[in-house]
C-alpha cells in the first residue's frame, strides 16, 4: 500500500520558537494533502487542506498565520507552527491523496509537538 | 450538534466476543463512510470504506449503514486482542479523497 511519512516523528521545543514539520509521500504523487490535529484522547480535527501549487484551504478557526502550510511539490507538504505557545502542544497528523484513479487517503504516523 | 457522534468507551470484551462500534451523523449531505483504527501513537488505518445503505463484509469486519436512521456500525467478529485499538468513524461528502469528518472514537480492549 501507499506509504507516508512524517518527520520528526516527536519534538519538543520552547515556547515562541517555531517548528516545522514534513509530510512525504514516498511511493506515490500527493495532489492533494490534509493536516489534522489530535488532543489526548480527542478526534482528529482537519485543520487544512493544500493542493500542490497552490494555497492551503484552512478551517474555521484555525490560524494561517499561525499554521503555515506549503505544498511545494507532488510529494511534500510541510506545516510550520509558528510561535508555538504550550496550548499549541498536541499531535499532528497529515494524509495523502494520489492523484486520478486514488480512492483512499493515507496517513502518515503522526508527529508528537510539545512545546514548553 | 455535532456533525458526528460516537461513544468514546471504553470499550472492553473478552477474546471471541463480538464487538459492535456506532456512530450517527446528522446531514444528510454526507454520502461516504469509513472505519478507522488507530493505534497509540500511530495514525489512522482504513479498515472499511462504504458509500450506500446496507451491509459491507471483509474478513471479521462487517460495516453497515442506514442512512435514513444516519446510523452507520462496525462490527467485529472473533474479536482479538491484536484488535485493541481506537476505532474512529469518519464521513464525508465527497468521498474518500476529500475532507474527513471524524467522529470521536472509541477505544477497544480485547482481553485473552
Known amino acids: 500500500g501507499a506509504v507516508v511519512s512524517q518527520h520528526p516523528s516527536w519534538v519538543i521545543c520552547k515556547s515562541g520558537t517555531s517548528v516545522k514539520i514534513e509530510c512525504r509521500s514516498l511511493?506515490?504523487?500527493?495532489?492533494?494533502m490534509f493536516w489534522y490535529r489530535q488532543f489526548p484522547k480527542q478526534s482528529l480535527m482537519l485543520m487544512a487542506t493544500s493542493n500542490e501549487g497552490s494555497k492551503a484551504t484552512y478551517e474555521q478557526g484555525v490560524e494561517k498565520d499561525k499554521f503555515l502550510i506549503n505544498h511545494a511539490s507532488l510529494t511534500l507538504s510541510t506545516l510550520t507552527v509558528t510561535s508555538a505557545h504550550p496550548e499549541d502542544s498536541s499531535f499532528y497528523i497529515c494524509?495523502?491523496?494520489?492523484?486520478?484513479?486514488?480512492?483512499?487517503?493515507?496517513f502518515g504516523p503522526g508527529t508528537r509537538l510539545t512545546v514548553l | 450538534q455535532k456533525e458526528v457522534e460516537q461513544d468514546p468507551g471504553p470499550l472492553s470484551v473478552p477474546e471471541g466476543a463480538i464487538v459492535s462500534l456506532n456512530c450517527t451523523y446528522s446531514?444528510?449531505?454526507?454520502?461516504?463512510f469509513m472505519w478507522y483504527r488507530q493505534y497509540s501513537r500511530k495514525g489512522p488505518e482504513l479498515l472499511m470504506y462504504t458509500y450506500s445503505s446496507g451491509n459491507k463484509e471483509d474478513g471479521r469486519f462487517t460495516a453497515q449503514v442506514d442512512k435514513s436512521s444516519k446510523y452507520i456500525s462496525l462490527f467485529i467478529r472473533d474479536s482479538q486482542p491484536s484488535d485493541s485499538a481506537t476505532y474512529l468513524c469518519a464521513i464525508s461528502a465527497s468521498g474518500n479523497t476529500g475532507k474527513l469528518i471524524f467522529g470521536q472514537g472509541t477505544t477497544l480492549q480485547v482481553k485473552p
Open positions: 446531514n444528510s449531505a454526507f454520502q461516504y
Open positions: 494524509s495523502a491523496t494520489p492523484g486520478q484513479g486514488g480512492n483512499e487517503q493515507f
Open positions: 511511493d506515490f504523487q500527493a495532489t492533494t
